[in-house]
C-alpha cells in the first residue's frame, strides 16, 4: 500500500526529532556567520525545519511506524504522534507571529528561532518517551530553553524578571522530578514510569517511597502544566515574556506535559484500583482548584495580556478534566483547539504591538470594532471560542470532555467545570464589550503590513471554526487512534 | 569490588590488602587533612575563604574515593562538586561583591536544628555502614566499574546519553542569548 519507507523504521521514528535538531543547528550556525543580522533567512529555515518534521510525523503515521525503539527509550505510538503534530504546528505558529514583533521589540530573530526549535524538540522528546530519564531530559531541554526565549526583550524588565523567576522555580520543579524518580527507581528498580506503577497498581504492593516519588514527579508535571498549587509563577512568566514566547508557554509545555501525565496516570486510574481510589480525588481537586483560581484572578485583570494568562491557567484545569476521566480523544481535541483559540487571541495581541512597546490593557482595546472591524471581529471569535459558545470550536472541546467527565461517573467535577466556565464567560465577554462599546479616547494607528501574522490569524480562525462547525474529520481521526491505545 | 564485602580495596605500597579495616592507617593523612579542611571552612569567617576550604575538602574526598579503589566516584566527586557546583557558588561571591565577612551569629534556635540534623545524618551514616558491614549483606558497588559504565552509556542509554548534548547546546545558547553582547551596539 503506497509507498514502502525508504527508511529503516528506527530512523524514521526518530526523524521528526534529528529534523528539528538539524534546523536549530542550521539556525544557530546561520545566525553566528550570517552578514546581516537582521534578515529573516533563520525564521525561513526554522520554518522548513518544522514542516520537515512534521512531513516525517505524517510518514510514520500513514506507514503506522508505532513501537519501541532505542532499548525502550523511544516510544512512537498515536498518542506521540498526534501531540507532536500539535507541537509543530505551535512551533510554526510562533515564528510567524514573531518575523515583525522580533524586529519592533529588538530581539534576535535567530536567537528565537533556535531556542524554539530546541524547545519544540524536548517537548517531542518528553510525548514520545515512557522512559523517567529521557522524559526529565526532554522536559529539561524544554525549559531551559523557554527560560532563556522569555527573557529574550532583554530592554524590558518586565522579560527579564519573567526569565529570572521562570528559571528559579522551574530549576525547583526540576529537582522535584529527579528525585521522585530516584525514589521510583529505587523502589520498582525500573526507569520505565508506566511500567513500573502499574505492577504495583495495587497500594498495598505499592512502596512508600515509590509513592511519594510519584507524588514528586506529578508536582513537577504540574508545575509544567501550571495547575493550582504549583501556578503562582505562571502570570508573570506569561504577562512578562514576548507575546509569541507566552503563546509558546501557553501551549507547547502544557501540551507535552499533559500527554505525560496521561501516559502515566492512564494505566493507573483505570478500574477500581487502590491508586484510582488515592490519585482520582487528588487530581479532582487539583482541577477544580485550577479552574477556579484562574478564573477567579482573571476576573480583577486590567491587561488584557495578564487575563489571558490567567484564562490558560484555567483552561489547564478544564484538560486537567479529561486526565481524570481518562479520556484519551478528548484530551488530544481539546489541545489542538486550545492551540487555535489561544494562539488566535493572543495573535491579535502581537497584531496591537507598535514599534518598542505593546497595547494589552484594556483601555486599549476600547473602539477596535470600529477602527479595525477585521482584528475586532477576529479577536471576539476567538474569545467567544475560549469562553465555550456553541458555533466555535470551544464549545465543542469542552462539551466532550465534561461529556467524558460524566461518562466516568465524576458528576461533581463536570458540575465544578460547567460553573467555573460560566465565571470565565464574564471577563471574555469584558473584552469583547469594550472593544464595541467604548470609544477610544485617541486613535492608534497600527502596523498592518505583517503578512505572516495575519496568515496565522486567518488559520486561527479558520481552526476554530472549522472545527466548530465540522469537527467531524479531526474527532474520527483522533478516535480511531486511540481505539487500540 | 568483586570478592570483599566492605568494598574496601586497599593498596599499600605495592601489596594489595582486601578486607575490613585492615591498613586503613594510610588513609590517615588525607582524612585528616579533610576534616581540617571542613572544620577551617567552618570557623572562617570570610567568604571566599569558606567556598576555597570546601573546594578542598570535595577534593580530599575525592582523593579518599580514589584511594578507596572508587575511581568513578572520585571523578564524579572532583568533577561534579569540586568543579562545577563551586565555581557557582565563587561566581555568586564575586557577583555579590561581599567585602566585609559575614556578622558573627549567636547560638540560636538555628545552632540547635544543624547541630540535630548533623546528628540525624550521622546516625543515618552509621546506621548505613554497619548494614554495609554485616555478614551476608551484597555491596551494590560498580558491577562492571568504568568499563561497564562506559557500554552502558552508549548502548542501553546512548539516546539518553545524546539528549544530554541537546540540553547543553539549550543551556548554552540561552545562556549566550540572555547575557551576550547586544548585537550592533
Not at chain 1, 525549559?143 to 528559579?168: H, N
Not at chain 1, 505572516?452 to 467531524?472: D, E, R, S
Request: aromatic fraction near 10%; charged fraction near 10%; proline fraction near 4%.
Amino acid at each position: 500500500m503506497g509507498f514502502p519507507p525508504p527508511i529503516p523504521p528506527s530512523v524514521l521514528a526518530l526523524a521528526p526529532l534529528l529534523a528539528l535538531v538539524a534546523g536549530a543547528l542550521l539556525v544557530l550556525l546561520l545566525e553566528a556567520f550570517l552578514k546581516r543580522k537582521d534578515g529573516e533567512l533563520p525564521a525561513f529555515v526554522a520554518v522548513f525545519a518544522l514542516l520537515a518534521s512534521a512531513f516525517f510525523t505524517v510518514v510514520s503515521w500513514n506507514v503506522g511506524n508505532s513501537g519501541v525503539y532505542l532499548h525502550g527509550r523511544l516510544l512512537v505510538d498515536n498518542l506521540a504522534l498526534l501531540v507532536t503534530g500539535v507541537l509543530v504546528l505551535a512551533g510554526i505558529a510562533v515564528i510567524l507571529m514573531s518575523l515583525k514583533y522580533a524586529a519592533h521589540q529588538d530581539m534576535n530573530l535567530g536567537q528565537l528561532c533556535g531556542l524554539l526549535l530546541l524547545a519544540v524538540a524536548g517537548a517531542m522528546i518528553m510525548v514520545s518517551s515512557s522512559d523517567g530519564l529521557v522524559v526529565f531530559l526532554g522536559l529539561e531541554v524544554l525549559s531551559v530553553a523557554s527560560y532563556a526565549m522569555s527573557g529574550l526583550k532583554r530592554q524590558d524588565r518586565a522579560s527579564s524578571e519573567a526569565a529570572a523567576k521562570y528559571f528559579l522555580m522551574g530549576s525547583f520543579a526540576g529537582a522535584f522530578f529527579v528525585f521522585g524518580l530516584a525514589l521510583v527507581f529505587g523502589t520498582s528498580g525500573s526507569l520505565d514510569l508506566t511500567a513500573g506503577l502499574s505492577a504495583g497498581a495495587s497500594l498495598s504492593a505499592f512502596p512508600a517511597a515509590g509513592a511519594v516519588g510519584l507524588g514528586l514527579i506529578l508536582t513537577a508535571l504540574f508545575f509544567k502544566i501550571a495547575v493550582a498549587p504549583f501556578h503562582m509563577w505562571a502570570p508573570d512568566v506569561y504577562e512578562g515574556a514576548p507575546t509569541p514566547v507566552t503563546v509558546f508557554l501557553t501551549i507547547v509545555p502544557k501540551a507535552a506535559g499533559l500527554a505525560v501525565l496521561l501516559r502515566v496516570l492512564l494505566p493507573l486510574l483505570s478500574g477500581e484500583t487502590a491508586a484510582a481510589a488515592v490519585f482520582t480525588p487528588a487530581l479532582s481537586v487539583a482541577a477544580v482548584l485550577t479552574m477556579f483560581a484562574g478564573n477567579l484572578a482573571a476576573l480583577r485583570q486590567k491587561s488584557v495580556k495578564r487575563m489571558l494568562a490567567y484564562s490558560s491557567i484555567a483552561h489547564a484545569g478544564y484538560l486537567l478534566v479529561a486526565i481524570v476521566a481518562g479520556d484519551a480523544p478528548s484530551l488530544v481535541f481539546y489541545l489542538l483547539v486550545y492551540l487555535f483559540m489561544n494562539g488566535g487571541a493572543f495573535a491579535v495581541l502581537v497584531a496591537m504591538s507598535g514599534r518598542g512597546f505593546e497595547r494589552a490593557s484594556l483601555g486599549d482595546f476600547a473602539g477596535l470594532g470600529r477602527r479595525h472591524p477585521g482584528l475586532a471581529a477576529s479577536l471576539s471569535i476567538f474569545l467567544l471560542s475560549l469562553a465555550g459558545f456553541p458555533p466555535t470550536a470551544g464549545f465543542l472541546a469542552k462539551f466532550y470532555v465534561f461529556g467524558a467527565a460524566v461518562r466516568e461517573g465524576h458528576i461533581l467535577l463536570a458540575v465544578a467545570a460547567v460553573l467555573a466556565s460560566l465565571i470565565a464567560v464574564a471577563y471574555y465577554l469584558k473584552i469583547i464589550v469594550v472593544m464595541y462599546m467604548q470609544d477610544a479616547e485617541a486613535a492608534a494607528a497600527f502596523d498592518r503590513d505583517d503578512p505572516a501574522l495575519f496568515l496565522v490569524i486567518f488559520l486561527g480562525l479558520l481552526g476554530v471554526l472549522q472545527l466548530g462547525l465540522w469537527p467531524g474529520n479531526a474527532l474520527s481521526l483522533i478516535r480511531a487512534a486511540f481505539n487500540a491505545f | 569490588m568483586r570478592d570483599s564485602d566492605f568494598g574496601l580495596t586497599l593498596a599499600a605500597g605495592k601489596t594489595k590488602y582486601r578486607g575490613k579495616f585492615h591498613g586503613l592507617g594510610y588513609l590517615r593523612y588525607p582524612v585528616a587533612l579533610c576534616i581540617g579542611s571542613v572544620l577551617a571552612m567552618i570557623l572562617s569567617r570570610n567568604q571566599a575563604h569558606n567556598a576555597l576550604f570546601l573546594v578542598l575538602a570535595f577534593s580530599c574526598l575525592g582523593g579518599l574515593f580514589g584511594l578507596l579503589d572508587a575511581p568513578f566516584a572520585a571523578a564524579a566527586q572532583v568533577l561534579v562538586y569540586a568543579g562545577a557546583i563551586m565555581v557557582l557558588f565563587l561566581f555568586a561571591i564575586m557577583m555579590f561583591n561581599l567585602r566585609e565577612p559575614a556578622p558573627r551569629e549567636r547560638r540560636t534556635l538555628r545552632t540547635f536544628l544543624a547541630a540535630i540534623l548533623g546528628l540525624v545524618l550521622f546516625a543515618e551514616l552509621a546506621i548505613a555502614a554497619v548494614r554495609a558491614i554485616a555478614p551476608g549483606s551484597v555491596s551494590p558497588g560498580e558491577p562492571d566499574g568504568l568499563a561497564g559504565l562506559g557500554r552502558l552509556l552508549f548502548t542501553d542509554y546512548l539516546y539518553a546519553f545524546e539528549i544530554t548534548s541537546l540540553l547543553i547546546l539549550a543551556a548554552l545558547v540561552g545562556a549566550l542569548a540572555l547575557a551576550g553582547k547586544k548585537e550592533g551596539g
